[in-house]
């Protein structure tokens, strides 16, 4: 892979798209269009502009580089499942009784010499060209701004190496990094990732932290960056057992942090613990802006990069994105580490409609009673498992976990309110849902025992509930029922909300009868006919311990929450696409999308029908 546009010009489909484009909407409207299409490929950039600025950049931008499963596979040179049963090898690994049992250990033996890092004396390709700080520009990069109302460009694939205060551990993440100018970046590392923790011994100390932020060069290294390695572990560890061979690094210019030495772009530089500045806002790949807030400043020193460099980069927001086949493979390759705390666990999955945080379906060997609400303070216990918000689990004889609609039949038959668990953790930094920043409601279901014996007591079609809900509140405009063929119909409405909706819920106790699951979404921007999005909707915006109540029914209140809630915190918006921008590429032919694709991945607002 030491040229990457070749490399998926023959292996991906690379579509290039030769017309010059804006840094500013244009790109990341283009790349997340296509990105949502069942047969969507790369796509490179190669006259890249900004037109406010009045720049033509001298190199391409490079964007979707993990477009769908095929090309992640091979990517990897193997199936994730390939790696991870090589990793869970390596963890039940013993020590050999016999000669013969050593002798034919030692090839595995050997072939780890090639996992650790392999530090080079030389300079690499990404430092062919040097600049130094006084020429220090960034708008030399074509960085891009993804939203309209983002608080400017933004890198979305920057690979951020740190080190702690001693030297002794390196971390490697994938933050975003605004650009406030030609020289400063902001650095969103959020507070509950290492290069937070390397940040908060300079702090203590009083020192400049060094950073060095690399884009570009073998994909491997960028999903390395997003992979939840246990702490204190180097993530290029992982590149090398994955490729088999050393990941070779080479020195900053200007600190001593070591970076794979084919990126394309290196930029170096300082963060002065003791500067922060408002980064923000920033439509995320929750599909929600992340609101302004104070984060370290990084002052580059310098940037290097190889006499042809690509840019690369990514564009986040609704699912389906890039980071739906990026998340396939780390889940298929962390479940070995998963299955020491929980070593009845068969299989998990983390939809990207469940923006993977927020919802993991996971299957297991039942032993004894209460085995799954063990299980699933196991995993609001460890690692980047505790910001799972909501986990559903199934016995081993569930459905495949990928088959949503036979599994969510499944759950639906098994779904009693005496085994729905409510309380509360840790959440992501970007959850806006909970009442407060980092703690918020957890729910878990235990779906693995026979099926509930109670049904619907009597069944309504939609027009004739939508009528009775009406008759007690005006509100509601709209409803549709799914799964109604199993033990717990989904009752879904919309809402044109005035108030809180825990006082709806309340009034619709009249209504038990003919409600066994009750969802509560807002009408603006939500398609009762759209399963995917509702889920996505769904887990996002609540909080377990407010949001969802078990009498008189199971009912969910997934409508955004602002003062009727008692919700004191900023609720943040949808990303949107822009309009104007949208026709514009598709008069030019540049995409070619319909009224109900955008309605169906919400590019832009809408109201329910």
Same mark, same amino acid.
């Given at each position: 892979?030491?040229?990457?546009?070749?490399?998926?010009?023959?292996?991906?489909? %690379?579509?290039?798209?030769?017309?010059?484009?804006?840094?500013?909407?244009?790109?990341?409207?283009?790349?997340?269009?296509?990105?949502?299409?069942?047969?969507? +490929?790369?796509?490179?950039?190669?006259?890249?502009?900004?037109?406010?600025? @009045?720049?033509?950049?001298?190199?391409?931008?490079?964007?979707?580089?993990?477009?769908?499963?095929?090309?992640?596979?091979?990517?990897? @040179?193997?199936?994730?499942?390939?790696? =991870?049963?090589?990793?869970?090898? %390596?963890?039940?690994?013993?020590?050999?009784?016999?000669?013969?049992?050593?002798?034919?250990?030692?090839?595995?033996?050997?072939?780890?010499?090639?996992?650790?890092?392999?530090? %080079?004396?030389? +300079?690499?390709?990404?430092?062919?060209?040097?600049?130094?700080?006084?020429?220090?520009?960034?708008?030399?990069?074509? /960085?891009?701004?993804?939203?309209?109302?983002?608080?400017?460009?933004?890198?979305?694939?920057?690979?951020? $190496?740190?080190?702690?205060?001693?030297?002794?551990?390196?971390?490697?993440?994938?933050?975003?990094?605004?650009?406030?100018?030609?020289?400063?970046?902001?650095?969103?590392?959020?507070?509950?990732?290492? *290069?937070?923790?390397?940040?908060?011994?300079?702090?203590?100390?009083?020192?400049?932290?060094?950073?060095?932020?690399?884009?570009?060069?073998?994909?491997?290294? /960028?999903?390395?960056?997003?992979?939840?390695?246990?702490?204190?572990?180097?993530?290029?560890?992982?590149? @090398?057992?994955?490729?088999?061979?050393?990941?070779?690094?080479?020195?900053?210019?200007?600190?001593?942090? $070591?970076?794979?030495?084919?990126?394309?772009?290196?930029?170096?530089?300082?963060?002065?613990?003791?500067?922060?500045?408002?980064?923000?806002?920033?439509?995320?790949?929750?599909?929600?802006?992340?609101?302004?807030?104070?984060?370290?400043?990084?002052?580059?020193?310098?940037?290097?990069?190889?006499?042809?460099?690509?840019?690369?980069?990514?564009?986040?927001?609704?699912?389906?994105?890039?980071?739906?086949?990026?998340?396939?493979?780390?889940? +298929?390759?962390?479940?070995?580490?998963?299955?020491?705390? =929980?070593?009845?666990?068969?299989?998990?999955?983390?939809?990207?409609?469940?923006?993977?945080?927020?919802?993991?379906?996971?299957?297991?060997?039942?032993?004894?009673?209460?085995?799954?609400?063990?299980?699933?303070?196991?995993?609001?216990?460890?690692?980047?498992?505790?910001?799972?918000?909501?986990?559903?689990?199934? @016995?081993?004889? *569930?459905?495949?976990?990928?088959?949503?609609?036979?599994?969510?039949?499944?759950?639906?038959?098994?779904?009693?309110?005496?085994?729905?668990?409510?309380?509360?953790?840790?959440?992501?930094?970007?959850?806006?849902?909970?009442?407060?920043?980092?703690?918020?409601?957890?729910?878990?279901?235990?779906?693995?025992?026979?099926?509930?014996?109670?049904?619907?007591?009597?069944?309504?079609?939609?027009?004739?509930?939508?009528?009775?809900?009406?008759?007690?509140?005006?509100?509601?405009?709209?409803?549709?029922? $799914?799964?109604?063929?199993?033990?717990?119909?989904?009752?879904?409405?919309?809402?044109?909300?005035?108030?809180?909706?825990?006082?709806?819920?309340?009034?619709?106790?009249?209504?038990?009868?003919?409600?066994?699951?009750?969802?509560?979404?807002?009408? =603006?921007?939500?398609?009762?006919?759209?399963?995917?999005?509702?889920?996505?909707?769904?887990?996002?915006?609540?909080?377990?311990?407010?949001?969802?109540?078990?009498?008189?029914? /199971?009912?969910?209140? *997934?409508?955004?929450?602002?003062?009727?809630?008692?919700?004191?915190?900023?609720?943040?918006?949808?990303?949107?696409?822009?309009? *104007?921008?949208?026709?514009?590429?598709?008069?030019?032919?540049?995409?070619?999308?319909?009224?109900?694709?955008?309605?169906?991945?919400?590019?832009?607002?809408?109201?329910?029908?």
């Amino acid at each position: 892979m030491q040229d990457v546009v070749t490399w998926l010009k023959e292996n991906g489909g %690379l579509k290039i798209i030769d017309e010059p484009l804006d840094v500013e909407l244009e790109i990341p409207h283009i790349a997340y269009v296509e990105v949502k299409k069942e047969d969507s +490929r790369p796509i490179l950039f190669t006259k890249p502009v900004n037109k406010a600025k @009045g720049i033509e950049y001298d190199m391409p931008v490079l964007m979707n580089i993990f477009a769908n499963k095929e090309i992640t596979e091979k990517i990897f @040179g193997k199936h994730p499942d390939d790696v =991870a049963e090589g990793i869970e090898e %390596l963890l039940k690994l013993k020590p050999p009784k016999t000669f013969k049992a050593k002798l034919a250990m030692i090839p595995k033996l050997f072939s780890l010499k090639n996992v650790f890092p392999k530090r %080079l004396k030389f +300079r690499g390709e990404c430092q062919e060209v040097i600049i130094p700080k006084e020429e220090v520009d960034l708008d030399r990069l074509p /960085i891009l701004k993804t939203w309209e109302e983002d608080g400017g460009p933004f890198i979305t694939m920057g690979q951020v $190496y740190t080190q702690s205060l001693d030297g002794q551990m390196q971390n490697l993440g994938m933050y975003r990094l605004q650009q406030y100018d030609k020289n400063r970046l902001g650095m969103h590392w959020q507070i509950h990732k290492d *290069a937070s923790h390397f940040f908060d011994q300079y702090q203590k100390a009083g020192k400049k932290m060094p950073v060095t932020v690399a884009i570009g060069g073998d994909p491997l290294y /960028i999903w390395c960056g997003q992979a939840p390695m246990p702490h204190g572990m180097f993530e290029m560890l992982l590149y @090398g057992f994955v490729r088999n061979k050393n990941a070779q690094l080479v020195k900053s210019v200007s600190n001593d942090i $070591y970076i794979p030495r084919d990126v394309d772009i290196v930029i170096e530089g300082f963060v002065d613990p003791k500067l922060m500045e408002i980064e923000g806002p920033f439509g995320d790949h929750t599909g929600y802006y992340t609101l302004k807030e104070p984060f370290p400043v990084m002052e580059v020193e310098t940037i290097t990069m190889k006499k042809e460099p690509v840019f690369a980069a990514t564009v986040v927001g609704k699912p389906p994105l890039e980071d739906k086949y990026m998340g396939w493979a780390t889940e +298929r390759v962390f479940l070995p580490m998963l299955k020491p705390m =929980a070593p009845d666990l068969i299989d998990y999955n983390m939809p990207e409609n469940g923006v993977f945080h927020n919802l993991i379906l996971a299957k297991m060997k039942v032993m004894y009673k209460g085995h799954a609400q063990q299980f699933m303070h196991a995993f609001w216990g460890v690692g980047q498992m505790s910001f799972v918000k909501h986990a559903l689990f199934v @016995g081993e004889d *569930a459905p495949e976990l990928e088959a949503s609609e036979a599994l969510t039949e499944h759950i639906l038959n098994r779904l009693s309110k005496e085994k729905v668990l409510i309380t509360s953790g840790i959440v992501d930094h970007l959850d806006h849902s909970s009442k407060e920043q980092f703690v918020g409601g957890k729910l878990g279901v235990d779906a693995t025992g026979d099926e509930v014996e109670d049904g619907m007591e009597a069944l309504l079609d939609d027009d004739a509930l939508l009528e009775k809900i009406q008759q007690i509140d005006s509100s509601v405009v709209a409803l549709k029922q $799914y799964m109604t063929h199993t033990k717990n119909p989904i009752c879904i409405i919309a809402v044109n909300k005035k108030k809180s909706q825990l006082k709806l819920i309340k009034k619709l106790k009249e209504l038990k009868a003919h409600i066994k699951l009750l969802v509560i979404v807002d009408e =603006a921007n939500n398609d009762l006919n759209d399963p995917y999005m509702l889920v996505w909707r769904v887990v996002n915006n609540i909080d377990a311990q407010r949001d969802v109540k078990l009498k008189p029914f /199971i009912a969910i209140d *997934a409508t955004n929450k602002s003062e009727v809630d008692g919700f004191e915190r900023e609720w943040p918006g949808d990303t949107f696409c822009t309009k *104007a921008v949208l026709d514009s590429l598709q008069e030019k032919g540049l995409i070619d999308i319909d009224k109900a694709f955008i309605q169906r991945f919400g590019l832009l607002p809408f109201k329910s029908e």
